[in-house]
């Protein structure tokens, strides 16, 4: 069957296929470019993404935003979006039931998108995407190619917030984002 966003939303907006469902304000799908190259995925939204209905809006949000921003990218060229796409009470980690059951759905917006890069925010992201295995601190900034994506991945922004000490190393990784970005639109 052909894929469209209105399937996609309607499905997000009547899902109640976990328990996160019960707890949410609204559905986070996603926010940017829907033919976009690069594509990052966070956790899950937090208070303000809640309460918007749009990823990345709060404090997290406003650092990734300077971020892209520094490497001359914005909303018209990448999509974001999260592992799960309501709020886990309190910010927790989403549980493995709850990712299984919202997959499908990023699963879905990239099959849409196709985007040529994917980068994963943060360790849930990698874990989810990459590895289970994948431990962020020694892997983050490498790059994997599987079913024609290039993926990679760097601290959460949230990470940056409370740790300082990791703004250097997330800096490296988004312009080694930025410069992939540029190979491959040379190609
Ligand atoms: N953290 C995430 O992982 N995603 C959001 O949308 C906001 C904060």
Same mark, same amino acid.
């Given at each position: 069957?052909?894929?469209?966003?209105?399937?996609?939303?309607?499905?997000?907006?009547?899902?109640?296929?976990?328990?996160?469902?019960? $707890?949410?304000?609204?559905?986070? #799908?996603?926010?940017?470019? *829907?033919? !976009?190259?690069?594509?990052? &995925?966070?956790?899950?939204?937090?208070?303000?993404?809640?309460?918007?209905?749009?990823?990345?809006?709060?404090?997290?949000?406003?650092?990734?935003?300077?971020?892209?921003?520094?490497?001359?990218?914005?909303?018209?060229?990448?999509?974001?979006?999260?592992?799960?796409?309501?709020?886990?009470?309190?910010?927790?980690?989403?549980?493995?039931?709850?990712?299984?059951?919202?997959?499908?759905?990023?699963?879905?917006?990239?099959? $849409?998108?196709?985007?040529?890069? #994917?980068?994963?925010?943060? *360790?849930? !992201?990698?874990?989810?995407? &990459?590895?289970?295995?994948?431990?962020?601190?020694?892997?983050?900034?490498?790059?994997?190619?599987?079913?024609?994506?290039?993926?990679?991945?760097?601290?959460?922004?949230?990470?940056?917030?409370?740790?300082?000490?990791?703004?250097?190393?997330?800096?490296?990784?988004?312009?080694?984002?930025?410069?992939?970005?540029?190979?491959?639109?040379?190609?």
């Amino acid at each position: 069957m052909e894929k469209s966003w209105e399937i996609l939303e309607g499905a997000c907006y009547s899902c109640k296929k976990c328990r996160l469902s019960e $707890m949410r304000t609204n559905v986070v #799908i996603g926010k940017g470019s *829907r033919t !976009a190259d690069i594509m990052f &995925i966070g956790e899950g939204p937090g208070q303000q993404e809640d309460l918007t209905g749009i990823p990345f809006v709060g404090p997290a949000g406003q650092l990734l935003d300077k971020m892209l921003a520094a490497v001359h990218l914005s909303l018209e060229e990448v999509y974001v979006a999260n592992i799960v796409k309501c709020r886990p009470p309190g910010n927790r980690d989403p549980h493995d039931d709850e990712k299984e059951a919202c997959l499908n759905y990023l699963r879905y917006q990239l099959a $849409m998108i196709r985007p040529k890069i #994917i980068v994963c925010l943060g *360790r849930i !992201a990698a874990t989810t995407i &990459i590895s289970p295995d994948f431990k962020i601190t020694k892997q983050r900034g490498e790059w994997i190619e599987r079913k024609g994506y290039y993926i990679t991945a760097t601290y959460h922004p949230s990470a940056l917030l409370r740790d300082e000490t990791k703004k250097r190393p997330a800096w490296e990784d988004m312009q080694a984002i930025r410069k992939k970005y540029d190979e491959l639109k040379e190609q």
